[in-house]
């Protein structure tokens, strides 16, 4: 999500990965209105990104959370100069390998997440996380960090919250011939269903405050 934000910024520029390989933005999210939210977010116009991005600030606002939106360093290798006084960026990399969306800092615990949209209606991809992204998590969770995924399934306008325990489930099983996707049965079983509002947007914290109540009750 946040390489697309910057993409948008650099028109007729070819953007890679540090390993070469051409990054490929993704195409539009058709609208769609969801049955399971009171607002049609589709005619909203607006991507998942910028749904988070509004509810963090409404966080950090209301002194609630500071929750920021990670940036990605690109480094650019070709430019033009057709005029003078104006030059254009050609292509450019990206420095480094992205670990997640965002981080920041709720109740006095460390959140680091990911957020993730699929046009699926049976199933999320597997495919939509890269190995360093699961290491990242795998290394915060190590520290006693709050880890986890929103995932958009678009086409059915549904929204949910799962942890990264539940995720490293199935992307470990994935390599000993497990499923390549999660059932999205199974993420109804195992995630919290977010339902958008006015204000915050997402009210993704909800959930959070769960983790750590059920946390703190361990303890």
Not at 73 to 101: G, H
Not at 107 to 136: C, M, V, W
Not at 170 to 195: C, F, M, N
Request: proline share 5%.
């Amino acid at each position: 999500m946040v390489k697309c934000n910057i993409i948008r910024r650099l028109i007729n520029v070819t953007i890679r990965y540090p390993n070469g390989k051409v990054y490929r933005q993704p195409g539009p999210t058709k609208s769609k209105t969801s049955k399971f939210a009171n607002v049609n977010f589709g005619d909203r116009g607006m991507s998942l990104e910028q749904e988070i991005n509004d509810s963090n600030t409404y966080y950090l606002e209301n002194d609630i959370a500071v929750i920021h939106k990670k940036p990605t360093p690109i480094q650019i290798v070709k430019v033009d100069y057709p005029k003078r006084s104006a030059a254009v960026i050609r292509e450019a990399y990206f420095k480094q390998a992205s670990t997640t969306d965002y981080n920041g800092v709720y109740r006095g615990r460390y959140l680091d997440f990911e957020a993730k949209e699929t046009k699926s209606k049976t199933a999320f991809p597997l495919k939509n996380f890269h190995e360093h992204q699961i290491k990242h998590m795998r290394q915060c969770l190590s520290q006693s960090g709050i880890c986890f995924v929103i995932i958009r399934f678009a086409t059915l306008g549904r929204l949910f919250l799962l942890t990264a325990s539940d995720l490293f489930t199935y992307w470990d099983h994935q390599g000993d011939g497990g499923r390549k996707s999660i059932p999205l049965t199974d993420i109804e079983h195992l995630a919290v269903e977010l339902h958008y509002q006015i204000n915050p947007r997402i009210p993704y914290l909800d959930a959070i405050d769960n983790i750590i109540d059920e946390a703190s009750s361990i303890h």
